[in-house]
C-alpha cells in the first residue's frame, strides 16, 4: 500500500482534491492518505477539508494528527478566545452539525507511531523535544488523547491549563508549536534566531532511530534530511512574497529505508490562487459566531 503523507492544508480544499486526484491516477485506490494536521484555517474552505479528510478516514484510508489550528478551533467553540481577524474556520462552527465536528477532532490523534519499511516513525504537526524516545511519544499522546476523547470538560480544563503546571498541556503545545529548542532544552513556538536551535538540529544530534514527519513550518518550507520529512510548504501563504504548494511525500513503499536522503518522492500542487490576507475581520466573526451559538442554544 503506498503511503502519501500531506503537509498542512490549511482550508486549501481544491489543491487538496487536485492532490488527492493525482495519487487516484498514479496508485488507483491502493494509497493512504497521511496528514500531519492543520486541516483548518487562513484558507476558504476548512469545512470541506474536514468533509474530505473525515470520508476519506472512515473509508480506512486515511490518518491525522491535530494541528496548532485545530487547537485554535477548539478553544474557540469553547468560549476560550474570541475569533481573531485571520481566523477562517467558522464555516466548521457555523455548520449544522458544528458540535459532531468538535466531538470529531477531540477524537483525533496528537501524535502516530507507525513503521516505514525497516524504519519505524512518527507523524506530529509540529516537533519533538530531542531526548524523546518513540515509547515516551506513544505513552505522552496516548495520555493527552484519552484526555480530549473522554469529554468536552475534561477537554476544556487541559486546553485551559497552564504548560507549566500541567505536563500533558505542555506536550501538547510541544507537538503542535514547537518550532526552536535551545541548548537548556527550552522549546519555543518562534522561529530560532541561532540556526543551531531548530528543535530538527537538536533532535538529530541526539541519532534516534526513528524517523519524524511534520509540518507546521511554512518559513522553512519543504525539509528533507536524514529520517527528517518536513512538508508544509505555504500553500495558503501563496503570493504572500513567494509561491504556495500542497506538498506530499510518496515513499516508495518497498524501500527498506525510505527515510534515507537524496530522496525526490514528492509530489506538489501550486496553490490554485492568492489566499493571504486571511480570514474576517474579527467584529464580523465574533459577531457571526454570537449568532451561531444563540441560535442553537
Given at each position: ?124 504537526h509540529a516537533g519533538l523535544a530531542p531526548d524523546w524516545e518513540l515509547a515516551t511519544i ?102 504572500r512574497g513567494r509561491d504556495g504548494y500542497l506538498t506530499a ?49
Open positions: 500500500m503506498q503511503r502519501v503523507f500531506v503537509g498542512d492544508v490549511q482550508g486549501c480544499a481544491d489543491e487538496l482534491d487536485e492532490l488527492l486526484a493525482r495519487c487516484r491516477s498514479a496508485f488507483g485506490d491502493a494509497f493512504e492518505t497521511w496528514l500531519v494536521g492543520d486541516l483548518v484555517n487562513r484558507g476558504p474552505a476548512s469545512l470541506r477539508v474536514l468533509e474530505r479528510v473525515r470520508s476519506l478516514e472512515e473509508a480506512g484510508c486515511a490518518r491525522s494528527v491535530l494541528g496548532n489550528h485545530e487547537l485554535s478551533l477548539l478553544r474557540v467553540a469553547f468560549g476560550q478566545r474570541e475569533p481573531r481577524p485571520n481566523d477562517s474556520f467558522l464555516d466548521v462552527l457555523e455548520a449544522p452539525d458544528a458540535d459532531a465536528w468538535v466531538e470529531w477532532l477531540l477524537r483525533r490523534p496528537v501524535a502516530i507511531v507507525d513503521h516505514l519499511g525497516e524504519t519505524p516513525f512518527v507523524l506530529v506513544a505513552e505522552r499522546a496516548h495520555r493527552v488523547e484519552a484526555r480530549l476523547s473522554s469529554g468536552r470538560e475534561e477537554a476544556r480544563r487541559l486546553l485551559a491549563a497552564s504548560p507549566r503546571e500541567d505536563a500533558d498541556r505542555d506536550f501538547l503545545d510541544l507537538v503542535t508549536s514547537c518550532r526552536s529548542v535551545d541548548a537548556r532544552g527550552a522549546w519555543s513556538e518562534q522561529e530560532p534566531q541561532d540556526p543551531a536551535d531548530a528543535w530538527h538540529r537538536r533532535w538529530s544530534a541526539r541519532a534516534h532511530d526513528y524517523g519524524v514527519v511534520y509540518g507546521h513550518w511554512s518559513l522553512q518550507g519543504l525539509h528533507v534530511a536524514p529520517r527528517l520529512r518536513g512538508l508544509d510548504t505555504g500553500c495558503v501563504h501563496h503570493a511525500w510518496v515513499p516508495d513503499p518497498d524501500a527498506a529505508r525510505p527515510f534515507d536522503v537524496p530522496d525526490a518522492h514528492f509530489l506538489r500542487v501550486r496553490a490554485h490562487r492568492r489566499y493571504w490576507p486571511f480570514g474576517k475581520s474579527s467584529g464580523d466573526a465574533s459577531a457571526s459566531l454570537a449568532r451561531s451559538r444563540a441560535g442553537s442554544s
